[in-house]
T-cell receptor
Framework: GEDVEQSLFLSVREGDSSVINCTYT??????LYWYKQEPGAGLQLLTY?????DMKQDQRLTVLLNKKDKHLSLRIADTQTGDSAIYFC??????????FGTGTRLQVFP | NAGVMQNPRHLVRRRGQEARLRCSPM?????VYWYRQLPEEGLKFMVY????????ESGMPKERFSAEFPKEGPSILRIQQVVRGDSAAYFC????????????FGAGSRLTVL
């Protein structure tokens, strides 16, 4: 079945690292993605990882993929107040559509 | 490159009226997706289209909803006889159709049904 799950909320102090977790069900997913949504806006692609990789780093962002456990995480180093948003993970299906998780609301406090 | 353009950004309809949402994909993108986001929820896939072709409509409600992507002009998501439960943000995304399936999203159209 198609099911992508995330925890609903995460609260961190400015300057700390944030880790947002995601589990998915389809082992045949080819790509996994992280998108960011700010209030009243559309989704902005942050990064994506091919399923045969286990890690990808892009500046403050680190994506870890555990394919065996179907677990994906996004680590944001030195979290800033501007990182406050909803973060969605998504998996791509064989029909090219993306299935999104429920989103994790990240709140960064000073 | 203006990105994915959606209009209207906000639409208010009374129950029973029709809603038409438009999406112009990014230049060079031939694949369009529509997603719906209910308040405080994630995005739910509705339909995937290429020019003049519906590829996957497995997420579309069976009645009242239709989508098209004509040879010329924007993609249209049409909701007939709207009900309060149709109130949501409707997002369009486009991509080139090759490679990593990276979707570029529009800012969304927020439909409110009174």
């Amino acid at each position: 079945g198609e099911d992508v799950e995330q925890s609903l909320f995460l609260s961190v102090r400015e300057g700390d690292s944030s880790v947002i977790n995601c589990t998915y069900t389809d082992s045949s997913s080819t790509y996994l993605y992280w998108y960011k949504q700010e209030p009243g806006a559309g989704l902005q692609l942050l990064t994506y990882i091919f399923s045969n990789m286990d890690m990808k780093q892009d500046q403050r962002l680190t994506v870890l993929l555990n394919k065996k456990d179907k677990h994906l995480s996004l680590r944001i180093a030195d979290t800033q107040t501007g990182d406050s948003a909803i973060y969605f993970c998504a998996e791509s299906m064989d029909t090219d559509k993306l299935i999104f998780g429920t989103g994790t609301r990240l709140q960064v406090f000073p | 490159n203006a990105g994915v353009m959606q209009n209207p950004r906000h639409l208010v309809r009374r129950r029973g009226q029709e809603a038409r949402l438009r999406c112009s994909p990014m230049k060079g993108h031939s694949h369009v997706y529509w997603y719906r986001q209910l308040p405080e929820e994630g995005l739910k896939f509705m339909v995937y289209l290429q020019k003049e072709n519906i590829i996957d409509e497995s997420g579309m409600p069976k009645e009242r909803f239709s989508a098209e992507f004509p040879k010329e002009g924007p993609s249209i998501l049409r909701i007939q006889q709207v009900v309060r439960g149709d109130s949501a943000a409707y997002f369009c995304a486009s991509e080139t159709g090759s490679g990593a399936n990276v979707l570029t999203f529009g800012a969304g159209s927020r439909l409110t049904v009174l």
